[in-house]
């Protein structure tokens, strides 16, 4: 059932409230790099990655930072190299930990790591010149960094994708007809529709990979999966519209995609949240959704 017009503006002004605080110090940092030539690596990944590439544009974009992006092949020696966010930085992965520690050997002037979940990857880090500035987005992430490198400028703050105007973004008419024809091919694919999300008491987007928290995960629709477009400047827009689109069209989602579970506060969905395989949910729960969004609730002990 849909609220009334005055309780749907007033949630939408709390959310904005919360929101505050999430961006606050990484515009600050922004606001520091202003004027000076940027490359960009993109954080590769699911729509959750697409999300934070399409926050991380709008976040450059509203500090005046004006990134270019690059490959694993760039030249960046005596550049400001600016890699994406995310949780990459694991043993599960290895797209950042190789990126982050070739530009260091091809002597960037500097490295900035945006807000990542960091487990493990000891000799990479151990790898890295002093000049890497490294943004953890939980506390588990921060601690590991400065134990491990207490030399290295390591910074604890919050997922970049709640850097993105929602609200703006899903009412963009040009990227709306590029991205809904995908999100209802794909919805059909697998039996589903925005009438059929709806009708649902909850829909469980739930992850059926490597990161699962369970042996044999069921799902409604692991949408972040699914709709695994890119995190380009022009695929990202489309991915994290659909996944947006899909949170927003549901009256409540179950989830242990973290994503799924941020998208769900940008927009005020009903959402149950647990945790993934190695605590990332939980820990980035503690850190930024905790006491924040009244509408994200977790699920598990894991949470306590």
Known sequence: MRLSAPIEWLRARQRRRALRPLRADMEAFFAELRGTPVLFFANPGNAGDSLIAAATAQAFARSGVEAAPIGLDAAVEGRVVVLGGGGNFIPLYHQIAEAIVRFSARKAARIVLLPHTIRGREAALRELAGNVTIFCRDRPSFEHVRALRPDIDARLGHDMAFHLDAAAFLADAALAARAAPVWRATLAKHGLDEAALGRREGVRLRRLDAEAPVRAPTSDLDVSHVFT?????????????????????????????????????????????HDNSYGKNSAVYRQSLAGRFANIRPVGEAFA
Do not use: N, Q, S, Y
């Not at 179950?254 to 579970?261: F, N, Q, S």
């Open 229 to 273: 477009l890119g995190t380009g400047a022009r695929e990202a827009p489309i991915a994290a519209w659909c996944l947006l689109k899909t949170i927003g069209a549901a009256r409540l989602v179950e989830t242990d995609r973290l994503h799924v579970a941020i998208g769900a506060a940008l927009l005020g969905t009903p959402c149950r949240f």
